[in-house]
């Protein structure tokens, strides 16, 4: 069980999960990590650029995602940076093998196979970037986000919501969006939980937060939901204020501290100042 986000922007792509596993069998729930990436950078003037990443997360039979994963990792090399069209026909023509060997064999009932649903995200140094889901062995690109796990219908109901306001979103807000998401799934999915993992691709190369800004800003997200019905209740009453401060005076408090959380991750600020540097050369 899971809950995995994506979320395609013009420049980048976001992929986040939880880490918590459960094994039915043993009744037990464990943490482990649910993104992989890889990538590649080559230094081009005084930024890295990006040659080619992706990064794949999944829900479903838990050894038959991790050995897909492994498969994909190895099509980033020094000497293979797939166009874009080229990793979507090689993710289309494994999957279907990948589903007639492993899957199909298993049971005639659909409910008894050990299936698999992913989201793989994409960019080459041609900076096109790429979000797809996969339903068993079917790929569909998504233009805006994708969802995956037993958390995926209450994720897909905030992320819609979102996206009416944001969209064209930017990075960051699309980094911050997945955190809130996958807070609140966590929150109140059962099966969903532990810490989240985060990576996002840009043209400067792949960018993995860290766990302890992932935990700071799950913290944040718990400061975020104490807030919201307090804006709820005063555009209903008029009355602005929670019980220490003005709406607008807490609201523009927790920004600057989810601003300066990312800001400490070393990982971010070196991506900042890399994508800074490259506007600027």
């Given amino acids: 069980m899971t809950i995995g986000v994506g979320i395609l922007t013009p ?15 043993f009744f037990m729930k464990t943490g482990e990590g649910k993104v992989s990436w890889s990538a590649k950078t080559e230094p081009r003037g005084t930024a ?4 080619a990443g992706m990064a794949i997360t999944g829900a479903g039979h838990a050894k038959y995602v991790q050995h897909i994963q492994r498969h994909f990792a190895n099509l980033i090399t020094t000497d293979k940076h797939p166009s874009l069209a080229d990793f979507r026909a090689h993710a289309e023509t494994y999957l279907e093998s990948f589903y007639k060997k492993h899957v ?6 659909e409910s008894e196979r050990p299936n698999v649903w992913l989201l793989f995200a994409y960019q080459n140094a041609d900076n096109e970037v790429a979000l797809f889901s996969t339903s068993n062995n079917v790929v569909t690109p998504e233009h805006t ?20 306001m944001f969209w064209p979103i930017q990075t960051e807000e699309a980094i911050l969006s997945a955190v809130y998401v996958i807070k609140n799934v966590k929150d109140n999915v059962p099966d969903c939980g532990k ?4 990576i996002f691709l840009s043209k400067t190369g792949a960018v993995v937060l860290g766990p302890q800004t992932m ?4 913290a944040l997200m718990e400061e975020a939901a104490f807030l919201e019905p307090y804006t709820i209740s005063g555009i209903m009453s008029g009355r602005f204020k929670t019980e220490t401060d003005t709406l607008p005076s807490a609201i523009a408090e927790l920004r600057r501290k989810i601003i300066d959380c990312l800001h400490t991750d070393m990982a971010y600020s070196l991506w900042l100042r890399n994508i800074h540097v490259k506007v600027n050369s």
């Fill in 195 to 198: 810490e989240t993992d985060l």
């Fill in 215 to 218: 935990k700071m800003l799950d």
């Fill in 48 to 51: 890295p650029s990006l040659t």
């Fill in 11 to 25: 420049d980048s792509v976001v992929l986040a999960a939880d880490t918590q596993m459960s094994w039915t069998d």
């Fill in 145 to 164: 986000y994708g969802v995956v796990g037993v958390g995926a219908p209450y994720a897909e109901m905030l992320l819609s919501r979102l996206f009416r």
């Fill in 104 to 109: 199909a064999p298993i049971s005639a009932k």
